[in-house]
């Protein structure tokens, strides 16, 4: 008995991508992601050194939508201390975590390195110069610089904004020979020539060290609705152009010949990716100073657990990054009460131990 004959597949027409299963977003890995921040929300509403029952915060939040009225229990004090206190800083904290998450993402897939943080390009360095600067100037005019509300976040937006494009214009010198790995070596070259000035301009001004230090070192604290109105416009932009892109990033995984062939433009779509990560991160690092491994932790457990594919990992990421940070900074402000941990010393502990797994497990999880 003669075999059947097995029909070939018919040839796929150049320039587009073989069939597959498309890897799109599972609404449970999406629900839980929306869980995380509700949680993280009420807990970082509720938990402080005046604890509130978490179903009265609850009804709390509930009564700031429109034509919702709940009896929430909580005295004129207590819904004061939610509304204006612990609110904006749990907000803010969403905020900032999800965009360093975003912008951590976003690094790794441009760069196509799980390794990659929001920092990356000179962002920190740049940061912590300009607010140093700042703070020993203000030193030598009584007070006159940082007390001006608005003057350390400006100083630090300015001096992440500057400091990559410092990186850019080095990284771009080559001309048509410079690649994600020449941008990332002229990342560190601004890094540690950034931190040199700063270290200098601490070795000068030795008496604003603990200032710097407690900047650098990241903080939560929020006075008001100030912080979250100036971080807000940035987070909404970078998500907005982050996110429309992100099927870029699976394109640019294949490699720059293979995008090209379907109709991309590598380092246009690279260069765009990265203008919108840095400003994300620049806003993010204004608001609440250097607060590291966010861009690192989030980004890789999502890669883990719910896909490669950057359509899961960018909005996850952002999802999940907020509800990281903001629970991060209830356990800094709860565990040695009523003095407060910073925030980032939290994020190292937590971040040195899993930058050593994500070291020893890249490689297996890239291949």
Do not use: K
Not at 34 to 40: G, H
Not at 178 to 192: E, Y
Not at 354 to 367: D, I, K, M, P, W
């Amino acid at each position: 008995m003669s075999r059947p004959l097995v029909q070939a597949p018919p040839a796929r027409p150049a320039g587009t991508l073989p069939a597959s299963r498309p890897a799109g977003l599972r609404p449970r890995w999406l629900l839980a992601g929306v869980a995380a921040v509700l949680v993280a929300l009420v807990a970082g509403v509720s938990l402080g050194p005046v604890s509130l029952p978490p179903g009265s915060v609850a009804a709390e939040l509930l009564n700031l939508i429109p034509g919702v009225r709940l009896d929430s229990g909580l005295t004129e004090r207590e819904i004061a201390i939610v509304t204006e206190l612990r609110l904006p800083r749990a907000v803010l904290g969403l905020l900032v975590g999800g965009l360093l998450a975003l912008a951590g993402g976003c690094y790794q897939g441009v760069f196509r390195n799980p390794l990659a943080d929001p920092y990356l390009l000179g962002v920190a360095a740049g940061a912590g110069l300009a607010v140093t600067a700042v703070i020993t100037l203000g030193a030598g005019t009584a007070g006159a610089l940082t007390g001006l509300p608005l003057t350390i976040p400006l100083a630090a937006f300015v001096g992440s904004i500057g400091a990559v494009a410092m990186t850019y214009l080095l990284g771009a010198s080559g001309g048509r020979g410079r690649s994600t790995a020449t941008l990332i070596l002229a990342g560190v070259a601004v890094s540690a020539f950034l931190s040199a000035g700063q270290t200098y301009l601490l070795q000068r001004n030795s008496d604003s060290i603990q200032q710097v230090y407690s900047w650098l070192l990241g903080r939560l604290a929020t006075a008001g609705w100030h912080d979250v109105r100036l971080v807000l416009p940035y987070f909404l932009l970078t998500a907005l152009v982050v996110l429309l892109h992100r099927r870029e990033l699976d394109v640019l995984s294949v490699g720059d010949d293979e995008a090209a062939s379907l109709g991309l433009h590598p380092q246009r779509s690279r260069y765009l990716l990265i203008a919108a990560a840095s400003l994300g991160t620049a806003a993010a690092v204004s608001a609440s100073g250097l607060i590291g491994f966010v861009g690192i932790i989030v980004p890789h457990t999502v890669r883990l657990l719910a896909g490669s594919s950057y359509r899961v990992i960018l909005p996850l990421s952002l999802l999940f990054g907020g509800a990281f940070l903001a629970l991060t900074d209830v356990v800094a402000r709860t565990v040695a009460a009523p003095s407060e941990i910073p925030i980032g010393v939290v994020t190292a502990l937590l971040g040195g131990p899993f930058f050593v797994l994500v070291l020893r497990t890249s490689r297996r999880v890239l291949g």
